[in-house]
């Protein structure tokens, strides 16, 4: 069946149409990494977003549950050059076609998506259509378009309630933990992004004690610390600061999400009253942005982001480079930045574009990439490991 890709600025392409039967307008973005569709695609931080993967083959290894950042895609779009349709991997549960159909994702594929992105980094990220209607109107679909917003896409991913999760080894189900989590089939079949109460059990309190606000956090966040010895209390993103700090964690850790920092104006309320406390904190993506506003900071979005697994950070302590997973359509303005409060820790060597925060005189540090990355680059995940020395006071 023939699809169509319709932009803002009126150009259409024309490919076949995959995944769910139905129409969608969208923010179109590209992501620019080679492997990881899967994580792709269930990363919150794409709600509001379709994705044009420049990569020219997706789908060739399938779908591995174990292998989800949350237990739904996010994406309201996929677009591909080539779809494989069969999938050659030990591992594999389904093909990524039959994942878009089960979960209403639509897409389209046998287009040019080099052309397509080159027109998103000349002229900026803008939104466009899906549609499989052969008789489409322009005059019609170009006004919607150019009304669309992502609107405040936090509220959507966040997690219903509070959960936690236990150090590495304490999930119940067989063998050690696997990807961002040994995969919760039957929270899956339920659509439910959090663990199942029965997955875990206490530890007596042993290890330290994180408290990570859900702004549309990938599961390697917390998995991340799990695998260290952290036992990580998950808080959905509109939890006040007094209840984080009543709980008297060890630290916090602001996560990733979607959409434009300034439409999350009650939380960085709240995250001011956290940066007034000795916790320390350490922040990832729209996190490090949150914090950066909730101190005084500004934020723009950026011409057509950043989002691949290929992006090299500089740290600004060491000299040393490191190549970073990114996802991220809005940044610090370093311009705005008072160097009383924070100053720059990381920078990105392409474009010179802040990539990390450290906060004078507080235990905290942020960074606009993710250096939990899976299924990779994973060259920066020793700041998780700065995190655990500054929450035991040797950093």
């Known amino acids: 069946m023939k699809a169509f890709l319709v932009l803002e600025d009126g150009t259409v392409f024309e490919g076949t149409h995959i995944g769910a039967d139905r129409e969608v307008i969208s923010e179109i973005v590209f992501n620019t990494s080679m492997a990881g569709y899967l994580e792709v695609l269930t990363d919150p931080s794409y709600a509001g977003q379709a994705v044009c993967m420049t990569y020219p083959l997706i789908g060739n290894y399938g779908i591995c549950m174990d292998d989800m950042e949350s237990l739904k895609p996010w994406p309201d779009g996929f677009i591909v050059r080539e779809l494989s349709r069969i999938p050659s991997n030990f591992r594999n549960d389904c093909t990524i076609q039959e994942f878009l159909e089960q979960n209403g994702v639509p897409g389209i594929a046998g287009i040019d998506t080099r052309a397509l992105t080159r ?178 900071a500004d934020t723009h979005k950026m011409k057509y982001g950043h989002r691949g697994g290929n992006h090299p950070v500089k740290d600004l302590a060491t000299g040393k480079v490191y190549i970073s997973s990114q996802n991220h359509g809005y940044v610090v303005d370093m311009n705005k930045l008072d160097p009383s409060v924070a100053v720059p820790a990381f920078v990105n060597v392409n474009d010179g574009t802040n990539e990390g925060l450290s906060y004078v005189n507080k235990n905290i540090f942020t960074v606009q990439f993710h250096p939990e990355a899976c299924p990779g680059p994973q060259d920066s995940g020793y700041l998780f490991d700065r995190f655990i020395d500054m929450m035991k006071g040797e950093n």
């Open 119 to 296: 027109i998103l980094r000349e002229k900026g990220t803008m939104n466009g259509m899906i549609t499989a209607d052969e008789n489409y109107s322009l005059d019609e679909i170009l006004p919607k378009l150019q009304k669309y917003t992502t609107g405040r896409v936090v509220e959507k991913v966040t997690c219903s309630e509070k959960y936690v999760v236990e150090p590495a080894g304490a999930l119940e189900q067989n063998g050690p933990l696997s990807g961002a989590a040994r995969f919760d089939r039957e929270g899956y079949e339920r659509g439910v992004r959090e663990p199942r109460p029965s997955l875990v059990r206490e530890l007596n309190g042993t290890g330290l004690q994180v408290a990570l606000l859900d702004l549309g956090a990938k599961r390697n966040i917390a998995h991340s610390l799990a695998q260290r010895g952290c036992r990580v209390t998950v808080y959905p993103a509109l939890t006040s600061a007094e209840e984080i700090i009543r709980e008297a964690p060890d630290g916090i850790m602001l996560s990733n999400g979607p959409g434009d920092p300034k439409e999350c104006a009650s939380i960085i309320e709240e995250i001011k009253r956290l940066y007034e406390t000795d916790i320390p904190i350490f922040a990832i993506c729209l996190g490090h942005q949150l914090m950066a506003l909730a101190t005084g």
